[in-house]
């Protein structure tokens, strides 16, 4: 596990479908935010290793119905998917320290993106690192999630 500290902002990831993964300013705020530092370190190294432009959906990805050039990716190993195959939104924050209650939301870089970080390279750009209520709340607010899609502060 890597220590937090060490993250880049910037990733090469091993997924031969994306080439980089980036995070914008407010994923990075909400990541750091998180208190357990061993869970920073697992849900950057889920998005770098995971994420990617999706084909289809499952219990653990998709894309916002409302919205779908943005995707959503919970924050779980694909590996692990059958110990994590649902949520309750009433459940208490007990286990807010593992990155299974987690959801990543990301899309592609736009040009303008691509230009003001200086990556030439397609790149998938997480825009919002969400507890899993937080991104259940989301799913019902199209004009919110209308603003992920904007051009981010890389």
């Given at each position: ?5 060490s993250?880049?902002d ?9 080439g ?15 208190g357990?530092?061993?869970?920073k ?15 289809h959906?499952?219990?653990i990805e998709g ?5 779908p050039v943005?995707m ?8 692990d ?6 949520f309750?939104?009433g459940?208490?924050?007990e286990?807010r ?6 959801v990543?939301v990301?899309?592609?870089m736009?040009?303008?993106e691509h ?7 397609d ?11 937080d991104w ?10 209308q ?7 890389i």
């Open positions: 596990m890597r220590n937090i500290e993250l880049n910037t990733a090469w990831s091993n997924t031969p479908m994306q980089f993964v980036k995070f914008n300013r407010r994923s990075r705020e909400q990541l750091r935010a998180i357990a530092p061993e869970v370190a697992e849900i950057h190294q889920i998005a770098v290793d995971e994420i990617l432009d999706l084909a959906e499952s219990a894309r916002f119905a409302d919205v943005l959503w990716r919970r924050a779980i190993r694909r590996v998917l059958g110990d994590f195959d649902s309750e939104i459940r208490t924050d286990d320290y593992q990155a299974s209650n987690y990543l990301y899309r592609w736009t040009d303008n230009i003001k970080s200086g990556t030439n390279q790149a998938l750009l997480v825009v919002s690192v969400l507890l899993n209520h259940a709340h989301l799913l019902g607010e199209p004009n919110l999630l603003t992920l899609t904007l051009d981010q502060v």
